[in-house]
């Protein structure tokens, strides 16, 4: 059981360090759709992979089917005929419906749906861990690098775009670290949840954060809180792990909106 907590602890924490800066460029782009459409679309990639017969990895399916939700996005968001969130929606709960349909109809594989919507993050193992913390090394040094490029083209395109910065290619960065991220992270926080872990505790961040770097340290340092404490408190009341976490980090939202306000 100690080793069972253990591997549990040590993966969500390396997933809450990665959503930090992530959830703070998602939240300063006001980009929460977006990222909560490529969270349902992960339920598709399930569905291929498990239709594959195990050809298809699933963290790859995953992977594979947000890129491709983020292409679609970006190719009919210059339709005028539509405002963004509606695309968002149709595409959200469009790609989540036909991965349900898609596992009810493969009844070779019995699949526990719950699992996928909701996490189970003790159910991961050292293998597991092991891609996270190689997946959080890539992000730490692909942020590291693009800070500066990624937070101009945030701020203001334009400008971005006059000073030579391919803005596009911040983008598509962007979304493929969203992408990897998700694709990883659905067997602990699952498709439903993902969102919540990725823009509340940047939205705890921003209330006292001075600067942009500062927001980003400490949405990671609350999304870890937020994740350790909804573990153990899962474990103390006999609660599903992933909704937990999703309520602490909610709880300390609310303090920091108090503590600020006061």
């Known amino acids: 059981m100690d080793e069972l907590i253990a591997r549990a602890l040590v993966g969500s924490l390396l997933l809450a360090a990665m959503l930090g800066p992530l959830g703070s460029f998602v939240v300063w782009r006001r980009m929460a759709y977006f990222g909560d459409t490529i969270a349902h679309s992960a339920l598709l990639g399930v569905a291929l992979s498990l239709m594959s017969a195990g050809a298809l990895p699933m963290t790859a399916a995953i992977f594979l089917v947000a890129i491709f939700v983020a292409f679609i996005l970006s190719r009919y968001a210059r339709d005028t005929r539509f405002h963004t969130d509606t695309l968002l929606g149709i595409l959200a709960h469009s790609a989540l419906a036909l991965g349900l349909v898609l596992v009810a109809l493969n009844r070779d594989v019995q699949v526990d749906v719950d699992a996928f919507l909701f996490g189970d993050v003790l159910a991961m193992d050292w293998a597991d861990v092991v891609v996270l913390a190689a997946l959080a090394l890539v992000v730490v040094a692909v942020l590291k690098s693009q800070w500066r490029t990624l937070l101009m083209t945030t701020i203001d395109p334009a400008i971005a775009q006059v000073e030579g910065i391919n803005v596009a290619r911040q983008q598509l960065i962007l979304t493929v670290l969203l992408a990897a991220v998700i694709a990883v992270a659905i067997k602990i926080t ?43 408190a899962s474990l103390r009341l006999d609660a599903p792990s992933g909704p937990m976490m999703v309520v602490v980090a909610a709880l300390i939202f609310v303090i920091c909106s108090l503590v600020k306000w006061r």
């Open 190 to 232: 699952g498709v439903l949840l993902i969102t919540a872990l990725l823009v509340i505790p940047a939205a705890s961040a921003r209330i006292l954060a001075n600067t942009p770097a500062q927001m980003a340290a400490l949405a990671s340092g609350v999304g870890m809180l937020s994740v350790a404490g909804g573990l153990f």
